[in-house]
């Protein structure tokens, strides 16, 4: 069975960095895809990026600029990093595994999620 | 960027009911479509991918359907556990995008 658990710090002020580590169970991290999704208090889903092959990644454009993901192989994890953090960031952040089904891609496997309150 | 727009918001139903809940892109995405369930405290659940395949171990009254621009989420007899937050996903193109939601809530 895949498991994936979110860990990282609950509060960050504002114009700090966010880091996220996702550890992961039952799957290896270099033969899969993995991903950062978040949802903000009350509102949607939001995809941030997902990372392929322990290095080729793609990101929302809308955050690229602001957003890192990484793989550690020797540790099955997978990391977020999100620079610059305002309080529209705080979020439940959740780690997932990407299933590409021919053209379709789609998220199989999550984590619990984890809330991230930006905050001074 | 592919918008996914929801609908209904919400939704109040009781146990044994049949519900429908709607979502529709702004550009056609075949059927690069999937539905999610979410639960406070809980992981979220795949339902259906690719519109219409029933993820291995969902029940089956859950059905997915359309094609285009405009698809469905059937529930044909609902149980105490369906009671949840709905979300549609779309996968044509990057960013992968979201709709709003439907938050069904018992009656």
């Known amino acids: 069975q895949v498991q994936l658990q979110e860990s990282g710090p609950g509060l960050v002020r504002p114009s700090e960095t966010l880091s996220l580590t996702c550890t992961v169970s039952g799957a290896s991290i270099g033969s899969n895809y993995w991903s950062w999704i978040r949802q903000p208090p009350g509102k949607g889903l939001e995809w941030l990026a997902y990372?392929?092959?322990?290095?080729?990644?793609n990101y929302n454009p809308s955050l690229k600029s602001r957003v890192t993901i990484s793989v550690d192989m020797s540790k099955n994890q997978f990391s977020l990093k999100l620079d610059s953090v305002s309080a529209a960031d705080t979020a439940v952040y959740f780690c997932?595994?990407?299933?590409?089904?021919?053209?379709?891609?789609?998220?199989?496997?999550w984590g619990q999620g984890t809330l991230v309150t930006v905050s001074s | 960027d592919i918008q996914m727009t929801q609908s209904p918001s919400s939704l109040t139903a009781s146990v044994g009911d049949r519900v429908t809940i709607t979502c529709r892109a702004s550009q056609s995405i075949n059927t690069y479509l999937n539905w999610y369930q979410l639960k406070p405290g809980k992981a979220p659940k795949v339902l259906i991918y690719t519109a219409s395949t029933l993820q291995r171990g969902v029940p089956s009254r859950f059905r997915g359907s359309g094609s285009g621009t405009d698809f469905t989420l059937t529930v044909t007899g609902l149980q105490p556990e369906d009671f949840a937050l709905y979300y549609c996903q779309q996968s044509d193109s990057i960013p992968y995008t979201f709709g709003q939601g439907t938050k069904l809530e018992i009656k």
């Open positions: 997932a595994r990407v299933v590409i089904e021919g053209y379709n891609d789609f998220f199989d496997y």
């Open positions: 990372i392929y092959n322990s290095g080729g990644t």
